[in-house]
Every structure is written in C-alpha cells, then in structure tokens.
Nanobody, 123 residues
Framework: QVQLVESGGGLVQAGGSLSLSCAAS????????MGWYRQAPGKQRELVAV???????NYADSLQGRLTISRDNAKNTVYLQMNSLKPVDTAVYYC?????????????????WGPGTQVTVSS
C-alpha cells in the first residue's frame, strides 16, 4: 500500500526558515509530479509548489523567491525549503504525488496525499 509521510513542520518566528520533507513508501513503479499544497483555517487548499520527475518546478506566484522545492528520485522523497516565513504562511502543508503502483485492477496511476504537517509562523 502506497503511503506518503510528511515531516519537518513546527513553530517558527516570522522571518525564519523551515524544511519539509515527504517520503513515499510501498510498492511503487514510478512517480511523476510531486508537490506541496497548504490549507489555512477557513480557506481552500492551495498549490504551493510542484516538481516533475525531470526536475521542472512551478511555484505559487505569491510564494516565488521564498521557496525551493526539490526531490530525490532514488528515495521517492520531495523536499520544501521555506525562507522568510510570514504569519500568513501558517497552514497545514500537504504532500501530493502522482504514483503508478499495483492496484486491485492492475497497474494504476493515482494521486496520493500525505496526512499533513502543521506549520505555524508567529509574529
């Protein structure tokens, strides 16, 4: 069974930095896009950053310049380095990956989500 597990969230002061990581485990044939989303209280989940298997990246316009997404394909892991954090960055951060894996109907490609990790930025 494929699982995503995030780590690295926590409490940080405004202007500080945090690094998040997310590892995919289970029987995995391939992973195409991996990315991070976030959801603040009372708001919809929004894209933070995404990276393809070849390393192409895309960031939310509002977060450009403060984030770096990267991945280690050998470890099925995606990372997010966040700098110059602001209180408005407070949210639960979710890892997402499009994974091809064996399933009950054969080989299937699905989007998987991690349980989320809380990031709190204090002013």
């Amino acid at each position: 069974q494929v699982q995503l597990v995030e780590s690295g969230g926590g409490l940080v002061q405004a202007g500080g930095s945090l690094s998040l990581s997310c590892a995919a485990s289970g029987i995995i044939f391939s992973i195409s896009a991996m990315g991070w989303y976030r959801q603040a209280p009372g708001k919809q989940r929004e894209l933070v950053a995404v990276i393809t298997s070849r390393g192409s990246t895309n960031y939310a316009d509002s977060l450009q310049g403060r984030l770096t997404i990267s991945r280690d394909n050998a470890k099925n892991t995606v990372y997010l380095q966040m700098n110059s954090l602001k209180p408005v960055d407070t949210a639960v951060y979710y890892c997402n990956a499009r994974i091809t894996a064996p399933g009950p109907m054969g080989v299937m490609t699905n989007d998987y989500w991690g349980p989320g990790t809380q990031v709190t930025v204090s002013s």
